[in-house]
């Protein structure tokens, strides 16, 4: 219990709800990221809300955007007033270039630079393949791998392309062993994968590193909600986890940090797994899975 206890008291603060924390234990210089500007796709709740969270702390202002305005207005509020740093509420489709294009020539014309931009924005839901319409797979690529594509190219076409710049596509573990009833999301997060590579190819001499974050289950967002990680936290199935617990959203905020910072200055291309090395061992658990699918709606 003791052993369990410290490893506990070990991880970072987090808060499940989409608030900021009340207490920040720095891992990295406080002013890692000062005078540095975001972009981040899906900002206002989840990962993403911690992720801006966590960039704003070490000195970064941040635009975050999405198809909610009102949702990403009230999130800015609560950004800026935890970190004192500016956050811009930006409505924008990741699926229509236009609107990306529009957000970007905003968030130029407040902060006059963008040094790091996060594909945060993403779709998903439990489904077998055989029940999947195809509207509903078109609709995940759409957000999931188009949506990272094109809002890359309009900042890249923008800005990064002659002043340099980060990328970090947020993935997931779910293609690398065929995870039952993701087909959709998997294939999605399998060719962003492919699309980091790509990309830190061709941009690099511009001065601009991709890489790519691939969470397992995280805590407090509403993947975890909508894709059984109550459950299966509550029925011990994490105990097949090396690390045997969920993650939070802190630790990916920490990943993504590193990934967009100075402190991987030298890294391009990569993928960084930070699921308790969940990929290495968890089982596609089918009777599970297909019990957990057909209890909710899993159609667009």
């Given at each position: 219990m003791a052993e369990e206890q410290t490893r506990v008291s070990e991880l970072p603060e987090d808060v499940e709800t989409d608030d900021c924390m009340t207490t920040y234990t720095y891992i990295y210089s406080p002013d890692l990221l000062k005078d540095h500007v975001a972009f981040i796709t899906g900002g206002g709740s989840g990962i993403g809300f911690r992720i801006t969270e966590v960039l704003m702390r070490h000195g970064c202002d941040a635009v975050i955007g999405s198809r909610n305005l009102d949702k990403l207005t009230q999130a800015a509020k609560k950004l800026s007033s935890a970190t004192g740093r500016r956050c811009l509420a930006l409505p924008m489709d990741v699926r229509q270039p236009e609107t990306i294009s529009t957000a970007v020539e905003e968030a130029l014309k407040e902060f006059g630079r963008i040094d790091i931009l996060i594909n945060n924005a993403a779709g998903n839901f439990l489904c077998p393949a055989t029940a999947l319409s195809f509207n509903a797979f078109k609709t995940v690529m759409e957000i999931d791998t188009m949506g990272t594509f094109n809002t890359s190219k309009v900042v890249y076409e923008r800005w990064f392309k002659d002043h340099g710049g980060s990328i970090v596509n947020i993935s997931a573990t779910l293609g690398y062993k065929g995870q039952a009833l993701q087909v959709h999301a998997g294939s999605a997060k399998a060719a962003n994968d492919a699309m980091t590579r790509h990309l830190a190819v061709e941009w690099g001499p511009s001065g601009v590193r991709i890489n790519?974050?691939?969470?397992?289950?995280?805590s407090g967002t509403e993947g975890f909600r909508r894709l059984g990680g109550m459950s299966a936290e509550s029925s011990g199935?994490?105990?097949?986890?090396?690390?045997?617990?969920?993650?939070n959203k802190t630790e990916m905020a920490?990943?993504?940090?590193?990934?967009?910072?100075?402190?991987?200055?030298?890294?391009?291309?990569?993928?960084?797994?930070?699921?308790?090395?969940?990929?290495?061992?968890?089982?596609n658990n089918l009777p599970a899975l297909l019990g957990i699918a057909f209890s909710q709606s899993a159609k667009l």
């Amino acid at each position: 219990m003791a052993e369990e206890q410290t490893r506990v008291s070990e991880l970072p603060e987090d808060v499940e709800t989409d608030d900021c924390m009340t207490t920040y234990t720095y891992i990295y210089s406080p002013d890692l990221l000062k005078d540095h500007v975001a972009f981040i796709t899906g900002g206002g709740s989840g990962i993403g809300f911690r992720i801006t969270e966590v960039l704003m702390r070490h000195g970064c202002d941040a635009v975050i955007g999405s198809r909610n305005l009102d949702k990403l207005t009230q999130a800015a509020k609560k950004l800026s007033s935890a970190t004192g740093r500016r956050c811009l509420a930006l409505p924008m489709d990741v699926r229509q270039p236009e609107t990306i294009s529009t957000a970007v020539e905003e968030a130029l014309k407040e902060f006059g630079r963008i040094d790091i931009l996060i594909n945060n924005a993403a779709g998903n839901f439990l489904c077998p393949a055989t029940a999947l319409s195809f509207n509903a797979f078109k609709t995940v690529m759409e957000i999931d791998t188009m949506g990272t594509f094109n809002t890359s190219k309009v900042v890249y076409e923008r800005w990064f392309k002659d002043h340099g710049g980060s990328i970090v596509n947020i993935s997931a573990t779910l293609g690398y062993k065929g995870q039952a009833l993701q087909v959709h999301a998997g294939s999605a997060k399998a060719a962003n994968d492919a699309m980091t590579r790509h990309l830190a190819v061709e941009w690099g001499p511009s001065g601009v590193r991709i890489n790519t974050l691939a969470p397992g289950p995280i805590s407090g967002t509403e993947g975890f909600r909508r894709l059984g990680g109550m459950s299966a936290e509550s029925s011990g199935a994490f105990q097949t986890i090396p690390l045997q617990r969920a993650g939070n959203k802190t630790e990916m905020a920490h990943g993504v940090l590193f990934l967009a910072s100075r402190a991987s200055s030298y890294v391009t291309g990569a993928c960084l797994v930070a699921d308790g090395g969940s990929w290495l061992t968890s089982a596609n658990n089918l009777p599970a899975l297909l019990g957990i699918a057909f209890s909710q709606s899993a159609k667009l």
